[in-house]
């Protein structure tokens, strides 16, 4: 048994704070005990203790939009054969776990790529957060995404469709993923395709989530029936509320979108100013990020306030940046109008839910996995504490630290 004590823990439920806290973790990795470092230490007075002082301890964090083996931008493209794709997941995977993500939702990869790494990872090959998966997105023709190759299966039809879902849940996938959006008001998959989508999805037992950003395929995507709608840029008030009435989450993967926004903003400054190519790509492209980030700037609040559930993702392609960087997702978060508790509450308990699991994991609880983050500071008050991840557990293992570990006391006498 161990005792971890910090000056604080927040349960992860949007509520409940504990000052001057402590959590027990059993040798089985389960929580058994939450509460005041007075309580716990009388309680159980002959387990080890670690203190983390000026630290929060919180539930780790969950990103539900992740491309874990994403090669397809690689500057040295040509150098990715099939280990070195494994091995870029397994660092990235590795890079999760010290920015506090210990379960991760993978929404697309290379063919296999995920049931690889899952096999390894419960042969403790490597060092992996929890990892769930739809194996291949399932595009049309030519749909977004098409030239990823090995990533996306096309499919055209109602049948052709439930056939790809048959085979991506065959490939050892726990959600089904279809991409309904490009950069263009036209829907890529009809309302048929789409309603046969959950529908199949949901008779084989497994959920659904798409990739819907512009009208009217958000209206669609919703009256479909996606457990979790990924996107939604350009959603409305009136879709928001149907979302919350009909039960579907949403996951506004936001942080991509201000991050190539920005990315293209510094590129224009710096590209040539003529009508090249290069140049009338990067103002392309540019338009649709930057016009997305205001949309977000300006709705994100006024959806949140309809009561839809939001959970995290991040969604992050670009070569060279955090792979997880589910802590910004919650600042901007903040930053948008959402309380830094309710906030927190979304990369945790909100996305659990969202797994299937909000009865093991996403809160700090008695009987559930003890999935640990400990920050420098406190989140409640500077969101960026978020950032200053000082350790991280996965079921009671600590599987990131940064500099020393928590000071280390003898058991209660």
Same mark, same amino acid.
């Given at each position: 048994?161990?005792?971890?004590?910090?000056?604080?823990?927040?349960?992860?439920?949007?509520?409940?704070?504990?000052?001057?806290?402590?959590?027990?973790?059993?040798?089985?990795?389960?929580?058994?005990?939450?509460?005041?470092?007075?309580?716990?230490?009388?309680?159980?007075?002959?387990?080890?203790?670690?203190?983390?002082?000026?630290?929060?301890?919180?539930?780790?964090?969950?990103?539900?939009?992740?491309?874990?083996?994403?090669?397809?931008?690689?500057?040295? %493209?040509?150098?990715?054969?099939?280990?070195?794709?494994?091995?870029?997941?397994?660092?990235?995977?590795?890079?999760?776990?010290?920015?506090?993500?210990?379960?991760?939702?993978?929404?697309?990869?290379?063919?296999?790529?995920?049931?690889?790494?899952?096999?390894?990872?419960?042969?403790?090959?490597?060092?992996?957060?929890?990892?769930?998966?739809?194996?291949?997105?399932?595009?049309?023709?030519?749909?977004?995404?098409?030239?990823?190759?090995?990533?996306?299966?096309?499919?055209?039809?109602?049948?052709?469709?439930?056939?790809?879902?048959?085979?991506?849940?065959?490939?050892?996938?726990?959600?089904?993923?279809?991409?309904?959006?490009?950069?263009?008001?036209?829907?890529?998959?009809?309302?048929? =395709?789409?309603?046969?989508? *959950?529908?199949?999805?949901?008779?084989?037992?497994?959920?659904?989530?798409?990739?819907?950003?512009?009208?009217?395929?958000?209206?669609?995507?919703?009256?479909?029936?996606?457990?979790?709608?990924?996107?939604?840029?350009?959603?409305?008030?009136?879709?928001?509320?149907?979302?919350?009435?009909?039960?579907?989450?949403? %996951?506004?993967?936001?942080?991509?979108?201000?991050?190539?926004?920005?990315?293209?903003?510094?590129?224009?400054?710096?590209?040539?100013?003529?009508?090249?190519?290069?140049?009338?790509?990067?103002? =392309?492209?540019?338009?649709?990020?930057?016009?997305? =980030?205001?949309?977000?700037?300006?709705?994100?609040?006024?959806?949140?306030?309809?009561?839809?559930?939001?959970?995290?993702?991040? $969604?992050?392609?670009? $070569?060279?940046?955090?792979?997880?960087?589910?802590?910004?997702?919650?600042?901007?978060? *903040?930053?948008?109008?959402?309380?830094?508790?309710?906030?927190?509450?979304?990369?945790?308990?909100?996305?659990?839910?969202?797994?299937?699991?909000?009865?093991?994991?996403?809160?700090?609880?008695?009987?559930?996995?003890?999935?640990?983050?400990? *920050?420098?500071?406190?989140?409640?008050?500077?969101?960026?504490?978020?950032?200053?991840?000082?350790?991280?557990?996965?079921?009671?293992?600590?599987?990131?630290?940064?500099?020393?570990?928590?000071? =280390?006391?003898?058991?209660?006498?």
């Amino acid at each position: 048994m161990k005792l971890y004590l910090a000056d604080r823990v927040i349960i992860g439920d949007g509520e409940q704070v504990i000052d001057r806290a402590a959590v027990a973790v059993d040798d089985e990795g389960e929580l058994v005990f939450v509460g005041t470092q007075e309580e716990t230490r009388s309680k159980f007075p002959q387990a080890d203790v670690i203190r983390y002082d000026g630290c929060t301890i919180l539930p780790g964090l969950i990103d539900l939009h992740v491309h874990i083996g994403y090669w397809w931008n690689k500057p040295d %493209v040509a150098q990715y054969n099939d280990g070195m794709i494994a091995l870029l997941a397994a660092n990235n995977l590795k890079e999760a776990l010290s920015l506090g993500v210990t379960t991760i939702r993978d929404v697309a990869g290379p063919d296999g790529l995920c049931r690889t790494l899952k096999t390894a990872r419960k042969k403790k090959y490597i060092v992996s957060p929890r990892l769930f998966d739809v194996n291949q997105g399932i595009i049309m023709t030519g749909g977004h995404g098409w030239p990823l190759k090995g990533g996306m299966r096309e499919a055209n039809g109602p049948w052709e469709v439930r056939t790809a879902i048959r085979e991506q849940i065959k490939a050892g996938a726990d959600w089904i993923k279809l991409m309904t959006s490009d950069r263009t008001a036209t829907p890529e998959f009809t309302q048929e =395709e789409l309603d046969t989508a *959950v529908d199949e999805t949901h008779r084989l037992g497994k959920p659904c989530c798409v990739h819907a950003s512009l009208q009217p395929a958000i209206q669609m995507a919703i009256d479909a029936g996606f457990d979790t709608i990924e996107h939604a840029t350009f959603m409305t008030v009136k879709q928001a509320k149907q979302m919350a009435e009909k039960g579907l989450v949403w %996951v506004p993967t936001m942080i991509t979108f201000f991050q190539i926004a920005d990315y293209c903003r510094k590129a224009l400054e710096h590209a040539p100013k003529t009508e090249s190519a290069v140049h009338e790509h990067l103002k =392309e492209q540019g338009a649709f990020f930057m016009e997305s =980030e205001k949309a977000y700037r300006e709705n994100f609040a006024k959806l949140m306030e309809t009561g839809v559930k939001i959970a995290t993702g991040t $969604d992050i392609v670009l $070569d060279g940046l955090p792979i997880t960087p589910v802590a910004d997702e919650i600042a901007l978060m *903040v930053e948008l109008g959402m309380e830094p508790i309710k906030a927190i509450q979304a990369g945790t308990q909100n996305a659990a839910e969202v797994l299937g699991l909000g009865h093991r994991m996403g809160t700090l609880q008695a009987g559930y996995l003890a999935d640990l983050l400990v *920050v420098k500071g406190n989140p409640l008050d500077n969101i960026t504490a978020l950032q200053s991840v000082h350790e991280v557990f996965l079921e009671g293992v600590s599987v990131f630290a940064s500099g020393t570990r928590g000071k =280390e006391t003898t058991p209660s006498t």
